[in-house]
């Protein structure tokens, strides 16, 4: 079974800090994407990585950097977290554009 | 631009049909269907391509009509288990292999 693994469940966090939210896959896939997810607006895209070291920006990419150094690990940062980026990250994999896996989300609040 | 789901919200009673429907104004290469239950991550039902190829979930079925843009997920004699918000995600071609999802679709089946 794929498994997509993310670094902490729920995370709080004061207004300024810069946050590190990890995603580990291990099937190999070469697609990772980082959503956000918040009541009533669905998954919308933030990055998307179709290689190590390759980044494309998603839907709402403001306020966000990526990092993949390695094929299996694809890193979100909050350079300076605010409370509008209160919410539930989902980080997904997949081989090329077929189905995507997710892992089990990370409620980040900030205060 | 984020495809339109219809309708917003469902309740049905077990063994009734149900029919989720999602929209786009692009000129889609794919659409992906995933469920998720409250707490958890979402799963990938169904995936549909340009050219009629489908594969997915054995008790759940849809359509693609890629002329109008739109898919349609299909839930027969629902089961207490269907509950849950399913989300469309479409591709297109100039995007590659991300997704856009929906706002997604509540569901809930009633005994």
């Known amino acids: 079974d794929v498994k997509v693994t993310q670094s902490s469940r729920y995370l709080v966090k004061r207004t300024g800090e810069k946050v590190f939210l990890e995603c580990v896959q291990d099937?190999?896939?070469?697609?990772m994407f980082w959503y956000r997810q918040d009541p009533g607006l669905g998954l919308r895209l933030i990055y998307f990585?179709?290689?190590?070291?390759?980044?494309e920006k998603g839907d709402i990419p403001e306020g966000y950097s990526v990092s993949r150094e390695k094929k299996e690990r694809f890193s979100l940062i909050l350079e300076s977290a605010s409370t509008n980026q209160t919410s539930m990250y989902l980080c997904?994999?997949?081989?090329?554009?077929?189905?995507?896996?997710f892992g089990p989300g990370t409620r980040l609040t900030v205060t | 631009q984020q495809p339109v789901q219809s309708p917003q919200a469902v309740i049905l009673r077990e063994g009734e049909d149900a029919v989720i429907n999602c929209s786009s104004s692009?000129?889609?290469?794919?659409v992906h269907w995933y469920r998720q239950k409250h707490g958890e991550a979402p799963i990938f039902l169904m995936i549909?391509?340009?050219?009629?190829e489908q594969k997915g979930h054995d008790k759940i079925s849809a359509s693609f009509n890629e002329k109008k843009q739109q898919s349609s997920l299909y839930l027969t004699a629902s089961q207490l288990s269907y509950s849950g918000t399913y989300f469309c995600?479409?591709?297109?071609?100039?995007?590659?292999?991300?997704?856009?999802f929906g706002a997604g679709t509540i569901l809930r089946v009633k005994s």
């Open positions: 997904a994999s997949s081989f090329e554009g077929y189905e995507q896996y």
């Open positions: 099937m190999d896939h070469e697609n």
């Open positions: 990585s179709y290689d190590v070291k390759m980044k």
């Open positions: 692009k000129a889609l290469y794919s």
């Open positions: 549909l391509l340009k050219g009629g």
């Open positions: 995600g479409t591709g297109v071609m100039e995007y590659g292999n991300k997704l856009v």
